[in-house]
């Protein structure tokens, strides 16, 4: 199967694994998905709260510029709270 937004297998793959790693690391960060999505929103995400829970449910694909904003966010949000 071959989804056009991907241009290809190989970018389906990588799509793939990289919501998988985002869902660990959400799981593992414990970050409450309101914070999650409210932070990720602040960045100028645009995706909803029911969609980024899908997305971290592996259930939905996000094109990739929402990807990233959802791996900032993360990365941000743990950061915080690590110092």
């Known amino acids: 199967m ?3 937004w991907t241009n290809g297998p190989d ?11 985002a869902a660990r690391r959400f799981r593992d960060a414990q970050v409450p998905l309101i914070k999650l999505w409210t ?5 100028g995400g645009d995706a ?6 899908a997305y971290l449910n ?3 694909h996000l094109p990739a510029a929402q ?7 993360m990365t941000e949000l743990t950061a915080a709270e690590d110092e």
Do not use: F, H, W
Not at 11 to 21: H, M
Not at 48 to 53: A, N, P, R, V
Not at 67 to 73: D, E, F, Q, W
């Open 2 to 4: 071959n989804a056009d």
């Open 11 to 21: 970018q389906l793959s990588e799509a793939d694994e990289q919501r998988r790693g």
């Open 39 to 43: 932070y990720y929103y602040g960045l």
């Open 48 to 53: 909803d709260e029911l969609s980024l829970d």
């Open 58 to 60: 592996e259930a939905l």
């Open 67 to 73: 990807v990233g904003l959802i791996t900032t966010a």
